[in-house]
């Protein structure tokens, strides 16, 4: 990050993301983006309004001190010269407390006006929102206004009303000013004539709305005249009369318009406070007491809440899994998105709230300390003990699941936010000095932590330059007249989708010829850290004998598992190719090191090497990065009942969510969404290119290939019937057309939520593209003599199904029912078989008939799948997945279940315990 980028995100990025939530909040309230700009304007003034109060009060103080010491100056001026003129000057200065400096006291409010013209200006002078929108006479909030055209001369009328009501604003304000203060202000006006005359309608609208809210407050501060009052107040009904007349012919404008007087009248609310404190005297009474204010008491707090929430927590879930947050084709240090949100966060709680803090007066810095010391408090308290499980979130700082709180939760998490207040407050007002010292003690820690979280993040980088070497375009061949063997990993595939995937789309029978589907499948395990051992290396490799095996480290049998297979067909004549094996060297990016001691194993990394967006995807995902992060900690930090509306289904409330497009979806309901998802981009466009991965041998070779891919692990709404990602997705009518296709013989799959719609279209996306790439194989005569195996890891817990969750919902079945399709060499006919199978079966199947009495090249024994048959089956039920805290010798202790014959029936299954 340059100097000038740190200034900027400082500076003026706390105010252009201020704008940003202000407006999309005031979207979604209201539903126009012009009333929108109507309610920003509002809810910014409101919010400065006593920053520009103090600054007006300390402007005066300077013109009074000026003429008090302006004459007196002169006269020193003209009596003295040279270094003597020098020295009487600061004699004077001292004597009569003034410097020299304190002359910029009285160009505050202008300089007050430039970050917030220039935050205002970047968002909404770039707002794709608002373009093509239009708001009463405005044709066009994103473009200039044109609303005057005479022949071919288009004339912006909303400038010069911007111009004009800050005239008179300007006019109102330095009425008995000197001709220094009216020449300033006047000159301002016109740059700003100048400079916005053709910027869109939607910059210009916000400005002028600004300026009037300006000539109503020095109307309210500077004229005494009631009547004037009164014409103003009328002038402004008369608005809003004419802006409901302009909505009247649509009922659902008329309802948002009344919104938005609403929430303009509680805005007017203390504004009246404002009027009635300057114009009525009351009893003054000193609520905190006469102590001096404390700085430490509010910057303290500050700095606190600036490395928790810019440095803290976002480094924590960084530090968590650094590969997630690394782009193997442009490597950087995730570290560097810290700066950003750690600029941010100082911007907000160090820079702006620390301004209104030095102008306020004794009181209010009174106030505003204990602001921020029980806000500082809150933060740990709302992070620590509310909504820690939240779920899987991915890079882009979404969970999978959208959060959600019950109202009795809700309802605890403000009473316990209530009483540490009313602590913190006591604590402020009876042990000022110790408070400070344990906020103070506070802020070593976390910025301790964070040092250590930034310090890790580094180290594990250091250890990803593996990933920068496997740039290699992959490849693998099949041969015509030899035998072919391909097993394809869909990571989190769903058996159980199948029979409704197939009813919606029979034509997959014909592509999957040859193929049969065993839906009484069991995986040992619901995540890839469980699943995916018994799949590559056999039964010896399930959870429970990996923990029998205690002597060796879980990445020692893991990576054992995923060479079993590539070694023994390598060691028996066929050319093999292994695709991002799950995991490998226990690194969530796979390290293809661990088949170096085997130079004929071709290995790749196919994920994103044929996505076509992948750069404008990853620049995407990087700014996402660097705005969201901090916003991510003020929602792990913020009260239950504000989490939704700051995390807005993952969008932080980023107003033009067009610009979104590329880096992530946004799901509006379930069937409109926006945005691509990067992740299932990488590992979809996959799929959609093995043909061009495809090398056809006109000879006998024999071939091996095993793929992972990720497709139907990254739940997205796609465009439907053909499944395919978009900009745009809209499945209204065809999901209103096509309901029934979720029902089979009577028996429903539940798909009343996104999240299940989701995986069901990844599901059938896959499986679309795996049916076109087998036409390919057909084309050139490689399909028969080739065997298939489609499997999964595991499945998902989306409680789909009712008849299989058993235990009294304790397990969902389908969390352990992995996708299970098997074609042998020369089959043909769709199948269904009733077997009972696990995906451990998957090595037996592929060896069956090329190699004899197949043994482990690990431990020596013969890979069979007798286990079956010998007695009941034991499945791990755990929801410790990551490799990076479950990388002992064995796993984490967590519950246990055993299963026989069928995963269907209750009756067999059987709850061992928690071990």
């Known amino acids: 990050m340059s100097f000038l980028t740190a200034l900027y995100t400082l500076l003026i990025r706390p105010l252009e993301l201020l704008f940003e939530i202000i407006f999309c909040m005031a979207n979604r309230i209201v539903h126009h983006p012009g009333l929108a700009i109507i309610a920003l304007s509002l809810a910014m003034n409101f919010l400065v309004l006593p920053l520009y109060k103090r600054a007006d009060a300390m402007q005066e103080e300077e013109r009074k001190t000026e003429e008090k010491i302006g004459p007196w100056q002169e006269k020193i ?131 002028t709305l600004n300026n009037l809210f300006s000539l109503v407050k020095n109307i309210f501060y500077k004229l005494k005249n009631p009547r004037l009052i009164l014409a103003v107040m009328s002038a402004l009904a008369g608005v809003g009369i004419i802006g409901y007349s302009v909505f009247k012919h649509n009922d659902l404008y008329t309802q948002r318009f009344v919104r938005l007087l609403i929430v303009g009248i509680l805005f007017l609310i203390p504004l009246a406070v404002i009027i009635l ?100 408090v809150v933060f740990v308290v709302d992070h620590m003990l509310f909504g820690n499980d939240l779920g899987t979130l991915s890079p882009s700082l979404k969970y999978e699941v959208k959060p959600e709180y019950s109202a009795a939760k809700q309802l605890i998490n403000l009473v316990v936010l209530f009483v540490v207040i009313a602590l913190v407050v006591l604590a402020v007002r009876f042990l000022g000095k110790q408070t400070s010292f344990v906020i103070m003690a506070a802020c070593l820690a976390v910025a301790g932590m964070s040092v250590m979280n930034m310090n890790s993040i580094s180290k594990e980088y250091k250890t990803l330059d593996y990933m920068a070497d496997q740039s290699e375009t992959p490849e693998f061949t099949l041969s015509r007249e030899g035998q072919n063997v391909v097993i394809i990993m869909l990571d989190r595939a769903l058996g159980a989708q199948i029979p409704y995937i197939l009813n919606e789309r029979p034509e997959l029978m014909e592509q999957f010829d040859g193929f049969t589907y065993y839906p009484d499948t069991l995986s040992f395990g619901g995540y890839t850290i469980f699943g995916t051992p018994p799949l590559y290396g056999g039964y010896e490799y399930t959870p429970e004998n990996m923990n029998l095996r205690s002597e060796d480290s879980l990445e020692v049998k893991h990576d054992e598992a995923l060479r079993v297979m590539p070694y023994l067909f390598d060691d028996n004549g066929f050319n093999v190719t292994v695709c991002d094996p799950s995991y490998a060297g226990y690194k969530w990016t796979p390290d293809l090191s661990i088949y170096s001691d085997h130079p004929d194993i071709n290995t790749y990394i196919t994920n994103n090497k044929f996505n076509d967006l992948a750069d404008t995807l990853s620049g995407g995902t990087e700014r996402i990065r660097e705005r969201n992060f901090f916003f991510y900690s003020i929602f792990r930090c913020a009260p239950l009942l504000l989490r939704g509306n700051i995390y807005n289904l993952g969008a932080y409330n980023e107003a033009d969510l067009s610009s979104r497009i590329v880096a992530s979806q946004s799901v509006d309901s379930m ?94 996306a896959a499986l679309i593209q795996l049916g076109e790439w087998f036409d390919y194989l057909r084309e050139q005569g490689v399909y028969d003599n080739t065997r298939i195996i489609i499997v999964s890891d595991h499945g998902r817990d989306i409680g789909q199904f009712d008849d299989m969750k058993f235990f009294d919902g304790d397990l969902d079945v389908e969390q352990v029912n992995p996708l299970l399709l098997v074609k042998d060499f020369d089959a043909d006919g769709f199948t269904v078989s009733d077997e009972f199978m696990t995906n451990g079966d998957v090595p037996v199947l592929a060896f069956d008939g090329l190699i004899e009495d197949p043994v482990n090249p690990f431990t020596g024994n013969l890979i069979t799948n007798e286990d079956k048959y010998s007695g009941d089956l034991h499945v791990f039920h755990s929801d410790m997945w990551s490799i990076d805290d479950n990388n002992g010798n064995t796993f984490l202790s967590d519950d246990w279940y055993s299963v026989h014959d069928s995963i269907f029936e209750e009756e067999n299954w059987e709850y061992l315990g928690f071990y």
């Open 77 to 207: 001026k003209k009596t003295f010269k040279g270094d003597e003129r020098f020295m009487m000057l600061q004699a004077f200065y001292r004597e009569n407390n003034y410097k020299p400096t304190d002359a910029l006291k009285g160009s505050l409010s202008l300089m007050l006006e430039i970050p917030f013209f220039i935050a205002a200006y970047r968002m909404l002078s770039s707002l794709k929102l608002l373009q093509g929108v239009k708001f009463g006479p405005i044709a066009d909030l994103g473009a200039p206004d044109h609303m005057i055209v005479i022949g071919a001369l288009a004339i912006n009328l909303l400038p010069i009303l911007m111009t004009l009501i800050n005239i008179i604003s300007s006019a109102i304000y330095t009425k008995g000013l000197p001709i220094k203060a009216k020449v300033q202000l006047y000159g301002m006006a016109l740059i700003f004539l100048v400079f916005l005359y053709n910027s869109p309608a939607g910059l210009v609208f916000y400005w």
């Open 671 to 764: 069937s409109v969404a926006s945005g691509y998802d990067p992740l299932f981009m990488n590992a979809y466009s996959v799929l959609a290119c093995l043909d061009q991965m495809t090398i056809i041998d006109e000879g006998g070779s024999d071939n091996f290939l095993l793929m992972t891919n990720d497709t139907t692990h990254e739940p997205t709404l796609l465009q439907e019937p053909d499944y395919t990602p978009e900009a745009y997705v809209n499945n209204t009518e065809f999901d209103r057309d096509m309901e029934q296709r979720y029902t089979i013989d009577g028996r429903t799959m539940r798909m009343d939520n996104s999240m299940r719609i989701m995986h069901y279209d990844v599901n059938m």
């Open 277 to 376: 404190k300057k114009h009525v005297s009351f009893p003054k009474k000193d609520l905190l007491g006469r102590e001096k204010a404390r700085a430490s008491l509010f910057f303290f707090p500050a700095l606190f809440m600036t490395v928790f929430t810019g440095l803290l927590i976002p480094s924590a879930v960084i530090e968590s899994s650094v590969a997630e947050f690394t782009d193997p084709a442009a490597m950087a240090d995730p570290v560097r998105y810290l700066y950003y949100s750690g600029c941010i966060a100082a911007g907000y709680f160090i820079i702006w709230f620390g301004f209104f803090y030095l102008l306020a007066s004794e009181t209010g810095k009174k106030i505003m300390g204990m602001i921020s010391s029980s806000a500082a």
